[in-house]
């Protein structure tokens, strides 16, 4: 379905269940909808109804999951603030390791760089390799893992290897889609590498609340982004305004459990993908580089 349509299909449904309020029945189409609406105000910044009219919809399917629980699925937008935290974070470990970056502070450092990945692909040394170039955000590395199109964990980086369950935390961050059709294109079990940060425009208006509250001034927004990616308290990670953005598919198997990470062609476009199914992504900023060296 191409997004026009979607659009359609999606205003469609909304105006109906604002007439009259869904039933049973409704429950999986209301979600849709409201993960719609959620990706037109979270991602693409482009709200298609009011935040009032958001609210009728949120509810009427709240009551629904409250009069029939075991019809809550995992992925519903109703799950994204848990009702409570363990008291600690258990450790988890990552399906691969979470490497950390390189420094370079000079053309050298970059030459050098380029030259080990020729090495590292058996290239010879007057070949032009392409390279992404990204942003680094200056925030807390989180890990997501889907399987069967929903987020089952998110946890932080640790220290590569193992790393802090954070999943409710997580689901509470509008940026982090609890489900997305990673079955269409042939993966069924995903997993991503992201960073979490608060821009510095919300920044200071958080530190600006709670200096009218009398409460202890955050230091810098890196601080406040990790921390809120731990806090005990689910509310308080949302109320920070925490964003993820993606930069990197780390491991993908298909439906037969066979480890098809490696067959993907091209990082640049990965990410590309993952943005048109519904993840925040570097934007202009990032770009390729065909010509490393002059």
Not at 167 to 177: F, G, H, L, R, V
Not at 178 to 184: A, D, E, H, I, R
Not at 255 to 279: P, Y
Request: charged share 30%.
């Amino acid at each position: 379905m191409d997004g026009q349509n979607n659009i359609s299909e999606m205003m469609g449904k909304s105006r109906i269940f604002l007439q009259q309020k869904a039933g049973i029945n409704d429950m999986e189409s209301l979600r849709d909808v409201l993960r719609f609406h959620e990706n037109r105000y979270y991602i693409q910044h482009d709200p298609l109804v009011s935040d009032a009219e958001y609210d009728i919809l949120y509810n009427q399917l709240k009551e629904l999951e409250r009069n029939y629980p075991e019809l809550i699925t995992p992925d519903s937008p109703t799950q994204r603030v848990a009702a409570d935290l363990s008291p600690d974070f258990p450790q988890v470990q990552h399906v691969t390791p979470m490497l950390s970056l390189d420094n370079v502070y000079s053309d050298e450092d970059l030459n050098d760089f380029d030259t080990g990945i020729k090495k590292l692909l058996a290239l010879a040394s007057e070949k032009n390799v392409q390279y992404s170039v990204e942003p680094k955000y200056d925030g807390g590395s989180i890990s997501l893992l889907f399987e069967n199109d929903v987020l089952v964990r998110a946890a932080t980086r640790g220290n590569g290897v193992l790393g802090e369950d954070i999943t409710p935390n997580a689901k509470s961050m509008p940026s982090i889609p609890l489900k997305v059709s990673f079955s269409s294109i042939g993966w069924n079990k995903v997993e991503l590498r992201g960073e979490a940060l608060i821009k510095k425009e919300n920044f200071e208006n958080i530190n600006k609340l709670r200096e009218e509250n009398g409460l202890t001034l955050f230091a810098n927004p890196r601080n406040a982004a990790t921390g809120g990616l731990r806090t005990k308290d689910a509310n308080e990670t949302r109320k920070r305004g925490i964003e993820a953005f993606i930069y990197q598919v780390g491991y993908v198997e298909d439906k037969e459990g066979n480890d098809i990470t490696r067959n993907i062609d091209s990082h640049f476009q990965n990410i590309e993908q993952l943005g048109a199914l519904g993840f925040k992504i570097p934007g202009v900023e990032k770009n390729y580089v065909r010509v490393f060296r002059k």
